[in-house]
């Protein structure tokens, strides 16, 4: 009955980095295949692995984050193009040290680490409210960037009142 649960989806913000190469795939996967069909099957069965590439690959680059939060454990899935959903990564918020606004002063001590793990489940848009969770994991501490909901938050504060930082 006192059960809480939460799902939020986020996508990821392209970079133009990412844009470019999309472009640049596709661009040099078709002309591959208009100077292969003209006559140069060296060209293509280049071509042909070019699409086989850009097929497998290029759905990578569309990305989004669902967090799936029960009662004090959260799943981080990354769903590419839509399709194809894999696990990224499971946490036990009984484990974390903190979970402040990723600009909080509260995470001064952790930012100056440099054996802290950094992994971005987040959008990367400056706009959205990204937190940070200081957690150990697999024998090293990692700071793990997500944007959760507000019954989330408020679910973590009433559980874990001196490690949950809202400022």
Avoid: W
Wanted: proline share 4%; net charge positive; charged share 30%.
């Amino acid at each position: 009955m006192g059960d809480f649960y939460s799902e939020v989806l986020v996508k990821k913000k392209k970079t133009p980095l990412e844009s470019v190469i999309k472009v640049v795939a596709i661009a040099v996967t078709a002309v591959t295949g208009l100077l292969g069909l003209l006559g140069q099957p060296l060209i293509l069965i280049v071509a042909v692995v070019m699409g086989v590439l850009c097929y497998l690959f290029l759905p990578r680059l569309d990305v989004e984050f669902e967090y799936t939060y029960v009662n004090g454990s959260m799943d981080v899935d990354r769903i590419y193009s839509k399709i194809k959903r894999k696990r990224a990564a499971s946490y036990e918020f009984s484990e974390m040290e903190i979970l402040a606004p990723e600009k909080s002063h509260q995470l001064d001590s952790y930012r100056q680490n440099r054996n802290i793990k950094r992994v971005d489940f987040s959008s990367g848009m400056e706009d959205h409210k990204i937190y940070a969770l200081v957690i150990p994991k697999n024998k090293e501490l990692q700071m793990v960037l997500f944007e959760p909901d507000e019954g989330m938050l408020k679910d973590l504060r009433s559980k874990y009142p001196r490690k949950v930082f809202y400022d």
